[in-house]
């Protein structure tokens, strides 16, 4: 199937290109050459390690990125798309209206190690995830974040982060916003019972009973994020290299000092190990929050019962000894967004059917999309919106941010699943640990551990109900009229699958007190590993506490801050 567009000549140059490439490449693996050494080497290619990478490099050190998937989106070479994207250089990953493609086909795109869904590929969750892209509110890092990670220190960050990835409310090229009917009904019904309409990124600081469109981090009716800009200004620089394929098993160090990356090729990518500038080298684990604690673990840093773990597998011969272990509460402080799916239905709602897209799309639709990415397949699957936010004060006195968001979808044609994310003030915390087979597992839940937190969960499903009572047509699927909020809240498992929100956290928490005596804290304010001197970790992992909305912004505006604070520092002592 092919479609004729104006596109169609620069995206052949693009194939060829890439073809090229890949026929330099072949499928062998690479051993590293013993004389190469980088100023930093930086694990993994998600939200938090393109953004870090780029401003190392820019500051002028050698920077080599580490990705063990493969390529994503067409502009790093990524080939997995539907037979409709043929011939362009688009992928799966590059059409914002294939984004749910990820649950239908997670195959050689998903991690194999993590028992959560994750992106192993170039971009990790920035090329997999929906791209909602959210400006944070003050009080995420006001109530979260230790000193010199306030609101106020992380202006300078969000202003560029947000200059160089806007996001946008109306993805479509033609500025028209399709199939809004869902938005319409529930946004115009919240607008009634007195929810106040805001341009969220705009104020990000008002976020109680108030609603929107959907941001998101497209650009050009693609996927965009930090793809398509950071990774692009750190690969135009000689001081850069990516090495995709390539899987980072652990640290090298002596002591507190690492000398090295070990790696091993998962297809034509590199193996041996990789050493980093003698002395005033740096290693950055941006593996995400389940991939940087494994690393941590495999390198002989974390609690004593997961390093055991890893001294029992194959690792065992070759595992730094147990004299040299660093004791840390690494995988303790997990957490995710508490996710509750509610169902309404209601005559106006219009579904579309994103999941067809895949294999028999509406051709008129491909059409306005590969000629001026427009029209629904410009839009985020499946209709995501409106979004509405409040903040309920627990009776412990700490105000809870909620954070909905709806889609359509759903059994019926006419119904929309809105999905309640409890945020910043949740209290509650689980953990993550490692198997002997070395895959990475929510061993505790962190959903509703707190008694606060439930309560307010149910006090949030109330105050919608309430504001939704007096609509006209309106159906309440789930919970049913039968059922109250207490009794819907406590029938739903509080298990990944029932609660999961895919925004995981926590798992190397940032902070003063050093867990090597006993505190909660594994990186402390510069994100330098406690009893380490060149070892950073820099992403989802270091975050303290829950934020409001989808994390992806955050994490890459934490990086940005963090470049600056790593580039601040003075060379490791030794
Ligand atoms: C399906 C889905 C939908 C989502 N939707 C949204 C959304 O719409 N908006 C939003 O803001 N957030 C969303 N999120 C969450 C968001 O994408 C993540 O919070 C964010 O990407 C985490 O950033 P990170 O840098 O911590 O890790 P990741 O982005 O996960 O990046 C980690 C990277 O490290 C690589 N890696 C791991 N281990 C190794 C190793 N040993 N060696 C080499 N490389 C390694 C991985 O392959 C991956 O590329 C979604 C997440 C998922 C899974
Ligand atoms: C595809 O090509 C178009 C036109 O040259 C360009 O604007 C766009 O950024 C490219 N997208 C990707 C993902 O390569
Ligand atoms: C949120 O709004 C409610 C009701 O309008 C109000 O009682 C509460 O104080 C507000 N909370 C914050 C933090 O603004
Ligand atoms: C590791 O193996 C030893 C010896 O086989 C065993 O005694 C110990 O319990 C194991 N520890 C863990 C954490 O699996
Ligand atoms: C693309 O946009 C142009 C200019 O607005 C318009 O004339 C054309 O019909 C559009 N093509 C498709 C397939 O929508
Ligand atoms: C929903 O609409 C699709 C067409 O968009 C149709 O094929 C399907 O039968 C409808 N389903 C229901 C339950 O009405
Ligand atoms: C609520 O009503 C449904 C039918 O609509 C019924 O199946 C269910 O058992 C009832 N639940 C309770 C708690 O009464």
Same mark, same amino acid.
């Given at each position: 199937?092919?479609?004729?567009?104006?596109?169609?000549?620069?995206?052949?140059?693009?194939?060829?290109?890439?073809?090229?490439?890949?026929?330099?490449?072949?499928?062998?693996?690479?051993?590293?050459?013993?004389?190469?050494?980088?100023?930093?080497?930086?694990?993994?290619?998600?939200?938090?390690?393109?953004?870090?990478?780029?401003?190392?490099?820019?500051?002028?050190?050698?920077?080599?990125?580490?990705?063990?998937?493969?390529?994503?989106?067409?502009?790093?070479?990524?080939?997995?798309?539907?037979?409709?994207?043929?011939?362009?250089?688009?992928?799966?990953?590059?059409?914002?209206?294939?984004?749910?493609?990820?649950?239908?086909?997670?195959?050689?795109?998903?991690?194999?190690?993590?028992?959560?869904?994750?992106?192993?590929?170039?971009?990790?969750?920035?090329?997999?995830?929906?791209?909602?892209?959210?400006?944070?509110?003050?009080?995420?890092?006001?109530?979260?974040?230790?000193?010199?990670?306030?609101?106020?220190?992380?202006?300078?960050?969000?202003?560029?982060?947000?200059?160089?990835?806007?996001?946008?409310?109306?993805?479509?090229?033609?500025?028209?916003?399709?199939?809004?009917?869902?938005?319409?009904?529930?946004?115009?019904?919240?607008?009634?019972?007195?929810?106040?309409?805001?341009?969220?990124?705009?104020?990000?600081?008002?976020?109680?009973?108030?609603?929107?469109?959907?941001?998101?981090?497209?650009?050009?009716?693609?996927?965009?994020?930090?793809?398509?800009?950071?990774?692009?200004?750190?690969?135009?620089?000689?001081?850069?290299?990516?090495?995709?394929?390539?899987?980072?098993?652990?640290?090298?160090?002596?002591?507190? !000092?690492?000398?090295? @990356?070990?790696?091993?090729?998962? *297809? +034509?990518?590199? %193996?041996?190990?990789? /050493?980093? =500038?003698?002395?005033?080298?740096?290693?950055?684990?941006?593996?995400?929050?389940?991939?940087?604690?494994?690393?941590?673990?495999?390198?002989?840093?974390?609690?004593?019962?997961?390093?055991?773990?890893?001294?029992?597998?194959?690792?065992?011969?070759?595992?730094?000894?147990?004299?040299?272990?660093?004791?840390?509460?690494?995988?303790?402080?997990?957490?995710?967004?508490?996710?509750?799916?509610?169902?309404?239905? !209601?005559?106006?709602? @219009?579904?579309?059917?994103?999941? *067809? +897209?895949?294999? %028999?799309?509406?051709? /008129?639709? =491909?059409?306005?999309?590969?000629?001026?990415?427009?029209?629904?397949?410009?839009?985020?699957?499946?209709?995501?919106?409106?979004?509405?936010?409040?903040?309920?004060?627990?009776?412990?006195?700490?105000?809870?941010?909620?954070?909905?968001?709806?889609?359509?979808?759903?059994?019926?044609?006419?119904?929309?699943?809105?999905?309640?994310?409890?945020?910043?003030?949740?209290?509650?915390?689980?953990?993550?640990?490692?198997?002997?087979?070395?895959?990475?597992?929510?061993?505790?839940?962190?959903?509703?551990?707190?008694?606060?937190?439930?309560?307010?969960?149910?006090?949030?499903?109330?105050?919608?109900?309430?504001?939704?009572?007096?609509?006209?047509?309106?159906?309440?699927?789930?919970?049913?009229?039968?059922?109250?909020?207490?009794?819907?809240?406590?029938?739903?498992?509080?298990?990944?699958?029932?609660?999961?929100?895919?925004?995981?956290?926590?798992?190397?928490?940032?902070?003063?007190?050093?867990?090597?005596?006993?505190?909660?804290?594994?990186?402390?304010?510069?994100?330098?590993?406690?009893?380490?001197?060149?070892?950073?970790?820099?992403?989802?992992?270091?975050?303290?506490?829950?934020?409001?909305?989808?994390?992806?912004?955050?994490?890459?505006?934490?990086?940005?801050?963090?470049?600056?604070?790593?580039?601040?520092?003075?060379?490791?002592?030794?």
């Amino acid at each position: 199937m092919h479609f004729h567009s104006k596109l169609s000549a620069a995206a052949a140059v693009g194939f060829f290109w890439l073809q090229l490439v890949s026929a330099q490449t072949g499928s062998a693996c690479s051993s590293v050459s013993s004389d190469q050494a980088f100023d930093y080497i930086v694990i993994g290619s998600g939200a938090g390690g393109i953004p870090i990478a780029d401003r190392l490099s820019e500051a002028g050190h050698t920077v080599l990125l580490v990705e063990k998937g493969p390529a994503s989106s067409g502009r790093w070479g990524g080939t997995m798309k539907p037979k409709w994207l043929d011939g362009t250089n688009l992928t799966r990953f590059d059409v914002p209206g294939l984004c749910n493609q990820i649950w239908a086909d997670p195959v050689g795109v998903s991690c194999t190690d993590v028992d959560q869904m994750a992106g192993c590929v170039l971009g990790g969750g920035t090329a997999v995830n929906a791209g909602l892209w959210w400006k944070p509110h003050p009080a995420d890092w006001d109530t979260n974040f230790p000193t010199g990670w306030q609101s106020q220190d992380l202006l300078e960050a969000t202003n560029r982060v947000f200059a160089r990835i806007p996001g946008t409310t109306h993805p479509s090229m033609d500025g028209n916003r399709y199939l809004s009917q869902g938005f319409d009904m529930l946004g115009g019904s919240l607008d009634k019972a007195g929810w106040k309409y805001v341009v969220a990124n705009e104020h990000p600081e008002e976020k109680n009973r108030t609603y929107g469109h959907s941001t998101f981090m497209y650009s050009f009716g693609e996927r965009g994020g930090p793809l398509a800009t950071y990774l692009v200004s750190a690969s135009s620089r000689k001081t850069f290299t990516l090495w995709t394929h390539t899987v980072a098993k652990r640290v090298v160090r002596t002591g507190g !000092h690492v000398t090295g @990356v070990e790696l091993e090729c998962n *297809g +034509a990518g590199h %193996a041996g190990v990789v /050493s980093v =500038t003698p002395k005033t080298g740096r290693v950055i684990l941006a593996a995400g929050a389940f991939g940087s604690p494994k690393l941590l673990f495999r390198s002989g840093i974390g609690p004593t019962d997961q390093l055991n773990i890893v001294k029992n597998t194959t690792d065992g011969p070759t595992m730094i000894g147990s004299e040299s272990w660093i004791t840390l509460p690494v995988g303790y402080n997990l957490n995710d967004h508490v996710g509750t799916d509610v169902e309404i239905s !209601h005559p106006d709602v @219009v579904f579309y059917d994103y999941y *067809g +897209a895949w294999n %028999a799309p509406i051709l /008129s639709d =491909t059409e306005t999309y590969l000629n001026n990415r427009t029209g629904p397949l410009a839009q985020a699957a499946p209709n995501i919106g409106p979004i509405f936010w409040e903040i309920i004060k627990g009776a412990d006195g700490v105000d809870r941010h909620f954070h909905w968001q709806a889609r359509v979808e759903g059994a019926l044609n006419t119904s929309m699943t809105v999905t309640q994310y409890l945020g910043t003030g949740s209290k509650s915390r689980g953990r993550m640990t490692i198997t002997r087979q070395l895959n990475t597992i929510v061993s505790t839940p962190p959903y509703l551990r707190d008694e606060n937190d439930k309560k307010a969960v149910v006090q949030s499903l109330i105050s919608l109900q309430e504001s939704l009572s007096g609509v006209e047509g309106l159906t309440w699927i789930t919970p049913k009229a039968n059922v109250t909020a207490e009794q819907f809240i406590n029938s739903i498992p509080a298990i990944p699958s029932r609660r999961g929100s895919n925004h995981w956290i926590g798992t190397a928490k940032m902070g003063t007190d050093d867990g090597r005596a006993g505190g909660t804290a594994v990186v402390d304010l510069n994100l330098l590993v406690y009893g380490t001197d060149n070892l950073f970790v820099v992403d989802a992992s270091i975050i303290p506490g829950m934020v409001t909305a989808n994390p992806s912004a955050a994490i890459v505006i934490l990086s940005e801050h963090a470049a600056t604070k790593i580039l601040a520092l003075p060379p490791p002592a030794s």
